[in-house]
């Protein structure tokens, strides 16, 4: 079973940036194969998607991060990134990562606060 752990949250100010990891084990699940996304959930409200990665390279990302956060693998590490920049007080949340190989695997989140 695909096992994920998210990493690289935090207390940020509106305007600077994060980067989230998400570390795929064990190592004989190779990120390449997996179609993996992250997802987010603010206090009161539903777990939404912010960006996918699916295969040949396609990206998805909801409109309220586009041209602001970046989805991305790392083959080496076997780890999925999500590159957040220019962060808004509204990004605040958990963020999730999911990876799908047949069925969906979850981490356990990573808290993102941006104050404004």
């Known amino acids: 079973q695909v096992q994920l752990v998210e990493s690289g949250g935090g207390l940020v100010q509106a305007g600077e940036s994060l980067r989230l990891a998400c570390l795929v084990s064990?190592?004989?699940?190779?990120?390449?194969?997996?179609?993996m996304a992250w997802y987010r959930q603010a206090p009161g409200k539903q777990r939404e998607l912010v960006a996918g990665?699916?295969?040949?390279?396609?990206?998805k990302y909801a409109d309220s991060v586009k041209d602001r956060f970046t989805i991305y693998k790392d083959r080496a590490k076997n780890t999925l990134y999500l590159q957040m920049n220019s962060l808004k007080p509204e990004d605040t949340a958990v963020y999730y990562c999911?990876?799908?190989?047949?069925?969906?695997?979850w981490g356990q989140g990573t808290q993102v606060t941006v104050a404004s």
């Open positions: 064990p190592r004989t699940f190779s990120i390449i194969g997996l179609t």
């Open positions: 999911k990876a799908t190989l047949g069925r969906n695997s």
């Open positions: 990665l699916y295969g040949g390279g396609t990206t």
